[in-house]
């Protein structure tokens, strides 16, 4: 393992902070440092944290934060948030978040931008959580930047999911139309404090009780809290500790350790496969012309992506099925 791994291992923040960046900037040295660490992981629970915006995801972190932290507990922080369209860079970022967290060793937070990803988790989420899990840290909360129907990722990443209702916003209707209920461990009626609360715990109640759950299945409870003043944060953490040891329960685990091993290859085949193939087409001279064809409506989109991806190799399928290189163009390695 080189320098940089060891340190990480060892809980170097400075270290983790320099890898976390390189990785979001998709440098190779950075993949493979990961590639050690990576043996290093699994210890961390993780915690997901989503809602629409304006439900209060940030204030319930730094309040979940500041108990974890009396009970002893080293807490990591993935902040995602919206990408600047100028930049590229996360519109609000980790220095003016959880601004009373920055000075303890035991948080480390570090902010995300989603560069355009969908499903509310930035495309380096899973190898910024690895990071934060092999330096050691004992609880990793994810708070993600509130899309919507999309936000169902977090669900794939995290062990418990806390999904945030707020009364007025239209919240509890929007949460049964995004199918919030399939992502949910424990629902959260934020801002409880405020005219309506009842009435969305209640719709909320409703529609978990309407559903089947099997002998012996978690059913998601709906608490009330107002993180603002840090009213509820404790029964809500007594949730999350009923939920965990439900997590832990044998044979539970292990279905959750291999469904996120499924999304960890997956996520970084889809990145890897899409580059091969647009790198394919590009090398052999193929990419522009395609893009011409599509431009001009001779080719459609949905055609070549099924042949690119019905053939190992991109010039085969647009040289005649013959497996020679396209001339000048070298053979393919």
């Given at each position: ?51 629409a915006p304006g439900s209060g995801k940030s204030t319930l972190v730094n309040r979940i934060t500041k108990h974890l932290r009396k009970r002893g507990k080293s807490v990591g922080v993935v902040a995602i948030d919206p990408t600047s369209p100028y930049s590229g860079g996360a519109i609000l970022g980790d220095r003016i978040r959880m601004q009373e967290h920055t000075l303890d060793e035991g948080v480390f937070i570090k902010s995300l931008a989603t560069r355009g990803h969908l499903g ?214």
């Amino acid at each position: 393992m080189n320098a940089a791994g060891k340190e990480i291992l060892a809980g170097n923040t400075r270290a983790a902070a320099r890898l976390m960046r390189d990785l979001d900037d998709e440098i190779p040295a950075a993949i493979r440092t990961l590639k050690h660490l990576y043996r290093h992981t699994g210890h961390a629970y993780i915690l997901g944290v989503t809602g629409a915006p304006g439900s209060g995801k940030s204030t319930l972190v730094n309040r979940i934060t500041k108990h974890l932290r009396k009970r002893g507990k080293s807490v990591g922080v993935v902040a995602i948030d919206p990408t600047s369209p100028y930049s590229g860079g996360a519109i609000l970022g980790d220095r003016i978040r959880m601004q009373e967290h920055t000075l303890d060793e035991g948080v480390f937070i570090k902010s995300l931008a989603t560069r355009g990803h969908l499903g509310g988790l930035s495309r380096s989420t899973i190898d910024i959580v690895n990071v934060m899990d092999a330096m050691g840290k004992d609880i990793i909360i994810i708070e993600t930047v509130g899309v919507g129907q999309d936000e169902v990722e977090v669900v794939k990443v995290a062990h418990t999911n806390l999904v945030l209702v707020v009364p007025g916003l239209g919240d509890d209707i929007q949460a049964i139309k995004a199918g919030i209920l399939e992502i949910a461990d424990i629902f959260v009626i934020n801002k409880s404090d405020r005219d309506g609360a009842d009435k969305a715990k209640r719709e909320i109640e409703t529609m978990v009780s309407m559903t089947s759950f099997m002998e012996g299945e978690w059913k998601p409870p709906v608490l009330s809290a107002v993180a603002a003043t840090d009213d509820g944060t404790v029964e809500l953490l007594k949730a999350v500790d009923r939920h965990r040891e439900y997590i832990f329960q044998e044979g539970n685990l292990s279905r959750y350790r291999r469904e996120k091993a499924r999304v960890e290859l997956v996520e970084i085949l889809k990145t890897r496969l899409i580059e091969k193939a647009v790198s394919d087409l590009d090398a052999h001279g193929l990419l522009d012309p395609l893009l011409a064809d599509m431009a001009n409506k001779r080719k459609d989109p949905y055609s070549i992506s099924e042949k690119v991806v019905n053939h190992s190799f991109a010039f085969h399928f647009l040289n005649g099925g013959k497996k020679k290189p396209i001339k000048g163009k070298g053979s393919p390695r």
